[in-house]
T-cell receptor
Framework: GAVVSQHPSWVICKSGTSVKIECRSL??????MFWYRQFPKQSLMLMAT?????????EQGVEKDKFLINHASLTLSTLTVTSAHPEDSSFYICSANDRAPYEQYFGPGTRLTVT | AQKVTQAQTEISVVEKEDVTLDCVYETRDTTYYLFWYKQPPSGELVFLIRRNSFDEQNEISGRYSWNFQKSTSSFNFTITASQVVDSAVYFC???????????FGTGTQLKVEL
C-alpha cells in the first residue's frame, strides 16, 4: 500500500514554455502533499506544502508565481513550472502524508530539462 | 531550527566490507522522528527506517543496522558485508513532532566496488 505516482517521469521543454507535473496518491487519501526540488548531487529541498482545497505554503525563496501548485483533490496535486528557464532544470519529487505526519510517501520523481 | 549533518560526502568501499554512514541532528523538540532513505541512480527514494525520539533501541534488518544515541544526537547506519547493489546516495532526515516537514541531510554517496 501507500503508493505515490508522478507523471511524467521525465520531460524536456523549451525555454519560456510551461510544464505541469502531476502527483497522485494511488491507494490512500493524502491530506498533505509536498513538493521537493533536487539539483544534481545535492539534497532535497522542500519547495512547498499543499493541503487539499487550500493554497499552498511556499518555502522562503520559492517563487509562488513561477511554481504554481494546485491540490484539487485528496489524491492529486499538480506543480506547474511557468515560463521555464534552463535554471529550472532539476529533479522534482512529490510526497504525500497518509494519516500521520511521520508517514510520508515519496513519488518516483520527475526529471525536468529546459532547453 | 532543525538541522541534519552528514559529514561524509562520499565513501568508497570494496565489496564485503562493512561501512558506517554518520548522521548528526539538531533539534530542540523532545518529540521527533529520524529517517534513513536510499536513493539509487534511478532517483526514487527508498524508505529504510523510521525511529522516534522515545525509542533508542538499536535495530537490525538483515545486513542493515542502525545505532540511535540521543546523548550524541546521532543516528548512524551500518551496512554489513556491503554489496555493489548498495551503491547509492543515502539520506538521513529529521521530522520534528510539531510539524510535518522533513529536513534532509546533504546525503552520503556510497560506492561499493568489486
Amino acid at each position: 500500500g501507500a503508493v505515490v505516482s508522478q507523471h511524467p517521469s521525465w520531460v524536456i521543454c523549451k525555454s519560456g514554455t510551461s510544464v505541469k507535473i502531476e502527483c497522485r496518491s494511488l491507494d490512500f487519501q493524502a491530506t498533505t502533499m509536498f513538493w521537493y526540488r533536487q539539483f544534481p548531487k545535492q539534497s532535497l529541498m522542500l519547495m512547498a506544502t499543499s493541503n487539499e482545497g487550500s493554497k499552498a505554503t511556499y518555502e522562503q525563496g520559492v517563487e509562488k508565481d513561477k511554481f504554481l501548485i494546485n491540490h484539487a483533490s485528496l489524491t492529486l496535486s499538480t506543480l506547474t513550472v511557468t515560463s521555464a528557464h534552463p535554471e529550472d532544470s532539476s529533479f522534482y519529487i512529490c510526497s504525500a502524508n497518509d494519516r500521520a505526519p511521520y508517514e510520508q510517501y515519496f513519488g518516483p520523481g520527475t526529471r525536468l530539462t529546459v532547453t | 531550527a532543525q538541522k541534519v549533518t552528514q559529514a561524509q560526502t562520499e565513501i568508497s568501499v570494496v565489496e564485503k566490507e562493512d561501512v558506517t554512514l554518520d548522521c548528526v541532528y539538531e533539534t530542540r523538540d523532545t518529540t521527533y522522528y529520524l529517517f534513513w532513505y536510499k536513493q539509487p541512480p534511478s532517483g526514487e527514494l527508498v524508505f529504510l527506517i523510521r525511529r522516534n525520539s522515545f525509542d533508542e533501541q538499536n535495530e537490525i534488518s538483515g545486513r542493515y543496522s542502525w545505532n540511535f544515541q540521543k546523548s550524541t544526537s546521532s543516528f548512524n547506519f551500518t551496512i554489513t558485508a556491503s554489496q555493489v547493489v548498495d551503491s547509492a546516495v543515502y539520506f538521513c532526515a529529521l521530522l520534528t513532532g510539531g510539524g510535518n516537514k522533513l529536513t534532509f541531510g546533504t546525503g552520503t554517496q556510497l560506492k561499493v566496488e568489486l
